[in-house]
Structure formats: structure tokens, C-alpha cells
């Protein structure tokens, strides 16, 4: 998809749709869609046999998006502007399944005017809710220490140092106002890429996105929520599409599925627990032919954990695997 009018046009057909509904089948009752973006998961659950969903997204361009097809499917669709933090907040009942389809969309990619594509121009915002400081107020006003802390532990930059202190410098001259301002000093830090290497500035832009979208505070949130809102047997699926937040959900799943006990030289003897989540998936990617029809979805992992009887609990979130920015912790080496 090229632009925003496309979109109605040229369905967005989500990442790892198909063995996300076969892991879940058969399909029915109540769902929520915590991304819900340009519909696809939220359509394909409701074909699939939903009785209703719940879509949920903090842009509230999406659901303008969603205005051409929403009427098909009458009080099986509800929309609700909100975080996918506050999830188990959106419905009366209990829920069957819960999707959350993490980071950001190629929707949002492929709009230059939302700022978060380094390959197209356009104005440095990267808010998914269109409000609060964007991603120019962060790059003009953070301190170069806190800076290349984003950059390293939300980008896994390790050039953080040296790019944070450029971005300070530049700013000195003319503060940050567009994509482009930024790439060109990020491109001036780091060697020209080889061939089949990714653009230098991916991981200072993923870096920044997160920061601005408090992403990680959010995921866990958001993980934590879906346990409190399914009921005995529903389904909470994740789709995730970098590493740091596919080691959270992981790590949240395997604490959560565990009885406790046991211990080791890494984590403490820990009181025994019914376990909340049975596990399905354990990070399934894309096939052949998804990676032929959408290459956007390599790195792409599914996870799916099956919700028991236990009552609702909290995952240790030290042990998480959260980056330290998140827990209130500050290590690693940069350069």
C-alpha cells in the first residue's frame, strides 16, 4: 500500500493472519482486537465465527479508515479509541480471545506525514494516538545521557553515544523538524551500509518510536490486562516483530504458565502457582509463501497461550527481560 486513500481499495491483510486463526480455532464469541489498525484481524476473526469484536487502537485515524466496511457486520463490530493497557476495561463479560498485533503498522509506515518512516519525509511526530510530545520534542529536549539510552536500550543501537551527541549538537543549530533532519545526522555517524544491510537509521528510529509510545510499558500492561479480562479456555495471541518484544511476551507466557518453585542461579525459588496460561504457540514465523506475498513479515512471531481457571495474577517483571529504561535501570555498553 502506497498511501492512506488506498487503503479501502487494497484490504492491509495482517501479518501471520492465517496460522494465528488456525491456532485459535474454532473461532467464537467475544474477542478483542487491541491493534486494531486496518481491520485485518479483526475481519478475519469476525469471518471466522466471532460472534462479536471489540476493535481497539489509540489512532484515531484508523477508525475514519474503517468507515467503508464497518456497516457489514453491523453490532458484531465495536470500536473503541483507546490503549490495548486498558483492555479488560472495554467489555461487561469475560472474553474468548484477545490479539494484539504489536509495533507499528506498515499503514503507519507508508504515511510520510505520520513521521515514522526514515525512507520518506515528513514531519517528526511518530505518536500512534496523534497526541502528547512526539518524537521532535523528544529529539530536541532529552538530555545527550538519556538520549543514547533510548537509542541503545529500546533501538539496540551501539553507536548510541555518538549519534545522541551528534543529534545534540545538530539541534544547537536548528532544531528537529522533519525525518530527513534527522537521518542525515544519524547516516553522518555510522558507515554506509553494505549491500542487504538495513538502513542506518533503523534502530535509532525503532528507538525513538518506542520511547515516544512508551511501547514497553504499554506491552506489559496490555499482557497483564488480557489476563484479567479472558475467561477459563480463551485465547490470548500475540504477534510480535523484533526481538526485545518477543523476549517479553515469551518470558511473560513462560512465568505465567509456570507453577513456580524450582529456581536457579538466575531467578529465586519462587511460591508455587496454578499457572494463568496454558502455552499453544511458542513463536511460530512466517512460511514460504507468506514471506513470498508480504517480505515486511520476516521477523515476524506468533505466541498463544491458553487462559486456565487460575485467578488473575502479575508476572515478576524483573524478570521480564524488559530493557532497563523500563525497570529504572541504566547499563550496557555504547559507544
Same mark, same amino acid.
Given at each position: 500500500?502506497?498511501?492512506?486513500?488506498?487503503? &479501502?481499495?487494497? &484490504?492491509?491483510? &495482517?501479518?501471520?493472519?492465517? &496460522?494465528?486463526?488456525?491456532?485459535v480455532a474454532p473461532v467464537s464469541g467475544i474477542w478483542l482486537d487491541g =491493534?486494531? !489498525?486496518?481491520? %485485518? +484481524? =479483526?475481519? !478475519?476473526?469476525? $469471518? *471466522?465465527?466471532?460472534d462479536k469484536v471489540i476493535g481497539v487502537d489509540r489512532d484515531p485515524a484508523v477508525f475514519e479508515m474503517a468507515e467503508?466496511?464497518? %456497516? @457489514? +457486520?453491523g453490532d458484531r463490530l465495536e470500536l473503541v479509541e483507546g490503549t490495548f493497557s486498558e483492555l479488560d476495561t472495554y467489555s461487561d463479560e469475560l472474553l474468548d480471545g484477545v490479539v494484539l498485533d504489536l509495533g507499528v503498522s506498515s499503514m503507519q509506515l507508508d504515511q510520510a506525514e505520520r513521521g515514522f518512516s526514515f525512507l520518506r519525509d515528513g514531519p517528526l511526530d511518530m505518536r500512534m494516538s496523534q497526541d502528547g510530545p512526539?518524537? *521532535?520534542?523528544?529529539?530536541?529536549? =532529552?538530555? $545527550?545521557?538519556?538520549?543514547a539510552d533510548i537509542l541503545y536500550q529500546y533501538g539496540e543501537e551501539r553507536a548510541s553515544r555518538r549519534i545522541a551527541k551528534a543529534i545534540v549538537e545538530a539541534r544547537k543549530v536548528q532544531p528537529f523538524e522533519t525525518t530527513q533532519q534527522l537521518v542525515k545526522v544519524i547516516e553522518r555517524c555510522l558507515p554506509r551500509p553494505k549491500p542487504g544491510q538495513s538502513h542506518p537509521a533503523t534502530r535509532s528510529f525503532q528507538g525513538i518510536r518506542i520511547a515516544v509510545n512508551d511501547e514497553f510499558g504499554q506491552l506489559i500492561e496490555g499482557l497483564e490486562a488480557a489476563e484479567r479480562a479472558l475467561k477459563p479456555g480463551g485465547l490470548l495471541a500475540v504477534v510480535s516483530f523484533h526481538s526485545l518484544e518477543d523476549r517479553v511476551v515469551k518470558r511473560f507466557f513462560a512465568a505465567r504458565s509456570s507453577t513456580g518453585g524450582g529456581g536457579s542461579r538466575y531467578a529465586p525459588? @519462587? @511460591?508455587s502457582l496454578d499457572p494463568a496460561f496454558e502455552i499453544l504457540v511458542k513463536g511460530d514465523g512466517p512460511d514460504a509463501e507468506e514471506l513470498a506475498e508480504n517480505p515486511r513479515s520476516r521477523s515476524a512471531r506468533l505466541r498463544v497461550g491458553r487462559r486456565t481457571q487460575a485467578p488473575a495474577g502479575k508476572a515478576d517483571r524483573s524478570q521480564l527481560g524488559l530493557p532497563a529504561l523500563v525497570t529504572g535501570e541504566k547499563k550496557g555498553k555504547r559507544r
Amino acid at each position: 500500500m502506497s498511501d492512506r486513500d488506498a487503503l &479501502p481499495d487494497a &484490504p492491509h491483510i &495482517p501479518v501471520l493472519l492465517r &496460522p494465528l486463526l488456525r491456532a485459535v480455532a474454532p473461532v467464537s464469541g467475544i474477542w478483542l482486537d487491541g =491493534t486494531f !489498525g486496518a481491520g %485485518g +484481524y =479483526t475481519r !478475519g476473526l469476525l $469471518e *471466522a465465527g466471532a460472534d462479536k469484536v471489540i476493535g481497539v487502537d489509540r489512532d484515531p485515524a484508523v477508525f475514519e479508515m474503517a468507515e467503508s466496511w464497518r %456497516g @457489514q +457486520y453491523g453490532d458484531r463490530l465495536e470500536l473503541v479509541e483507546g490503549t490495548f493497557s486498558e483492555l479488560d476495561t472495554y467489555s461487561d463479560e469475560l472474553l474468548d480471545g484477545v490479539v494484539l498485533d504489536l509495533g507499528v503498522s506498515s499503514m503507519q509506515l507508508d504515511q510520510a506525514e505520520r513521521g515514522f518512516s526514515f525512507l520518506r519525509d515528513g514531519p517528526l511526530d511518530m505518536r500512534m494516538s496523534q497526541d502528547g510530545p512526539s518524537a *521532535a520534542d523528544l529529539v530536541n529536549e =532529552t538530555d $545527550e545521557a538519556d538520549l543514547a539510552d533510548i537509542l541503545y536500550q529500546y533501538g539496540e543501537e551501539r553507536a548510541s553515544r555518538r549519534i545522541a551527541k551528534a543529534i545534540v549538537e545538530a539541534r544547537k543549530v536548528q532544531p528537529f523538524e522533519t525525518t530527513q533532519q534527522l537521518v542525515k545526522v544519524i547516516e553522518r555517524c555510522l558507515p554506509r551500509p553494505k549491500p542487504g544491510q538495513s538502513h542506518p537509521a533503523t534502530r535509532s528510529f525503532q528507538g525513538i518510536r518506542i520511547a515516544v509510545n512508551d511501547e514497553f510499558g504499554q506491552l506489559i500492561e496490555g499482557l497483564e490486562a488480557a489476563e484479567r479480562a479472558l475467561k477459563p479456555g480463551g485465547l490470548l495471541a500475540v504477534v510480535s516483530f523484533h526481538s526485545l518484544e518477543d523476549r517479553v511476551v515469551k518470558r511473560f507466557f513462560a512465568a505465567r504458565s509456570s507453577t513456580g518453585g524450582g529456581g536457579s542461579r538466575y531467578a529465586p525459588v @519462587q @511460591q508455587s502457582l496454578d499457572p494463568a496460561f496454558e502455552i499453544l504457540v511458542k513463536g511460530d514465523g512466517p512460511d514460504a509463501e507468506e514471506l513470498a506475498e508480504n517480505p515486511r513479515s520476516r521477523s515476524a512471531r506468533l505466541r498463544v497461550g491458553r487462559r486456565t481457571q487460575a485467578p488473575a495474577g502479575k508476572a515478576d517483571r524483573s524478570q521480564l527481560g524488559l530493557p532497563a529504561l523500563v525497570t529504572g535501570e541504566k547499563k550496557g555498553k555504547r559507544r
